[in-house]
């Protein structure tokens, strides 16, 4: 079964690292095996912390990619059991536990959610959350893509460093102009994504991978000019 997700994911962090925003949203085709995508939609965006609009733009992409596939299932980065979402409405949402802060969010997004995706009946839409391997595998590709783009970013500018927050358990790998980024959770031992970088890049840049000293689980890179 092909099966398409999505997630945005990666951040941009100040010199404490708390998050400045997130960079940029994903959304993949994946196929069996399920160890990496077989088509990516990738675009930048640098989300306030308090923004709705990665949600949006995730189904938004997933719909675009479900009209170049032969897809029949999307997995959404919304945590209710599984439930289709052209089955839901706002008095259905009663019948889940969400904290009211929650609860108040999905009756504003359920509706438009719904009103995007009016025309892909033909679709079961899921809101699994994290429980999706392939909203896994959107949150990694939103994670190496958003550090090429901050990498690009910080070239661009005249800062000395810059501290990029990777998605929770992932650690990223540089082979040559390759950079890779792999799961570190035990269950997915199998699971990475490679892409092409130019090397000239990766050559004006130091890169230093640790712990998020605030945030376990986290891992952070900092990048910095080669002098």
């Given amino acids: 079964m092909k099966i398409i997700a999505a997630d945005s994911g990666g951040a941009i962090l100040k010199k404490d690292y708390e998050p400045i925003c997130i960079v940029g949203t994903a959304a993949v085709m994946v196929e069996p095996p399920y160890r990496r995508p077989s088509a990516v939609v990738w675009k930048a965006f640098e989300y306030n912390l308090d923004e709705r609009t990665p949600i949006l733009n995730e189904l938004s992409f997933c719909l675009e990619l479900s009209n170049k596939f032969s897809v029949n299932v999307i997995h959404l980065d919304i945590s209710l059991g599984g439930a289709n979402l052209l ?17 108040k969010v999905l009756e504003k997004l359920i509706p438009q959610l719904k009103n995007m995706a009016k025309n892909f009946s033909n679709l079961k839409i899921l809101l699994i959350g994290k429980e999706s391997l392939v909203v896994r595998l959107a949150e990694l590709t939103a994670g190496i893509y958003g550090f090429l783009y901050t990498i690009n970013k910080f070239l661009n ?7 990029y927050g990777l998605p929770k358990m992932c650690s990223i790998s540089l082979d ?8 570190l959770k035990p269950s997915e031992f199998d699971i990475s994504i490679t892409v092409h970088t130019s090397k000239n890049i990766l050559n004006s840049i130091r890169l230093l991978e640790y712990p998020n000293p605030v945030a376990s689980g986290f891992r952070v890179i900092k990048i910095k000019r080669k002098s």
């Fill in 87 to 103: 089955d839901l409405n706002v008095k259905k949402l009663s019948n889940y536990k969400i904290s009211p802060r929650g609860r």
């Fill in 157 to 163: 500018n005249e800062n000395e460093e810059v501290l």
């Fill in 176 to 183: 040559n102009d390759y950079l890779t980024i792999k799961s």
